[in-house]
């Protein structure tokens, strides 16, 4: 739970323990995709400059949130309020290199054949943008320790969908492939609020706004997708470019060879 706080947080009885361990999970199910990814051929370390500093940065920060998360289990508050302050500015390259690294690869025509090229280039920049607004209203709560953990929690859910991504057998969800990788990212809040009724009996409030958040997302990136104003947006990003030439909303065609992701 990457925080700035000026003052000691007070943990709600109990909950310690269940945001630990889906901590732990979730930094497995990441490691664990991207590794899979790597020993299957399908990246490589002769990546771009700017694919390798995505990692860094989005792999930062799932080490971040592993360690804040170990911070408070362990009652080490003054390590937790310290990383805060990087963890608030680690999310500006976050935000950069998302940007960067979804522009290139639709201009390159590179999108993953089982996306459409601009559901592609409207989800993954506003999964992005749903993190940043969910981890910084965690950030204002901070001292509302309930809240602020739920919500970071939540806003870690909307960075499984790649993890999910280079797990689930994406060709055959086609066409809704995007769709399924969220879906299972979505059985977290799902669970946290479980754990919540088998703890105190309740669902606290936190987890709706997370969800909501969440859902809010999913269903503006259909919306765009499917407008005339997705259309522009990729004509615009696209044009000049070999994306230009690939049909915003047609699925590409496999490739010849061994798929190779983050180009």
Same mark, same amino acid.
Request: glycine share 8%; charged share 10%.
């Given at each position: ?17 269940? @945001? ?15 590794? *899979?990814?790597?020993?299957?051929? %399908? ?6 400059? %700017?694919?390798?500093?995505?990692? *860094?940065?989005?792999?930062?920060? &799932? ?37 960067? &690294?979804? &522009?290139?690869?639709? #201009? ?22 749903? *993190? ?9 709560? #901070? ?5 602020? %953990?739920?919500?970071? @929690? ?29 879906? $299972?990212? *979505? ?24 969800? $909501? ?21 990729? #004509? ?28």
């Amino acid at each position: 739970m990457a925080t700035i706080s000026q003052a000691p947080l007070a943990p709600d009885a109990g909950s310690e323990r269940f @945001f630990l361990r889906a901590a732990i999970v979730m930094t497995v199910i990441i490691v664990t995709a991207f590794s *899979f990814q790597f020993w299957m051929g %399908r990246s490589t370390l002769a990546s771009p400059l %700017r694919v390798h500093l995505h990692a *860094f940065f989005f792999m930062g920060w &799932v080490a971040i949130y592993l360690l804040q998360n170990i911070f408070v289990a362990t009652d080490r508050m003054h390590l937790h309020r310290s990383l805060g302050w990087i963890a608030a500015a680690w999310m500006v390259p976050m935000i950069v290199m998302g940007f960067v &690294v979804t &522009v290139s690869m639709v #201009r390159l025509a590179h999108v993953p054949f089982f996306f459409r090229p601009l559901q592609f280039l409207i989800f993954d920049p506003l999964s992005l943008l749903g *993190f940043v607004g969910l981890t910084t209203s965690a950030i204002v709560l #901070r001292k509302q320790t309930e809240w602020h %953990r739920r919500l970071h @929690f939540c806003g870690m859910t909307l960075l499984l969908g790649p993890a999910f991504g280079r797990l689930l057998p994406m060709p055959l969800l086609q066409p809704y492939a995007w769709e399924t990788a969220l879906a $299972a990212s *979505f059985l977290f809040p799902i669970v946290g609020a479980v754990s919540d009724v088998r703890r105190s009996g309740r669902v606290h409030p936190a987890w709706y706004w997370g969800m $909501a958040t969440i859902l809010g997302t999913a269903v503006l990136i259909e919306a765009i997708t499917y407008s005339p104003a997705g259309q522009a947006i990729y #004509r615009a990003v696209a044009e000049g470019s070999a994306g230009a030439s690939v049909g915003p909303l047609d699925f590409p065609p496999p490739p010849p060879g061994m798929l190779v992701t983050g180009r």
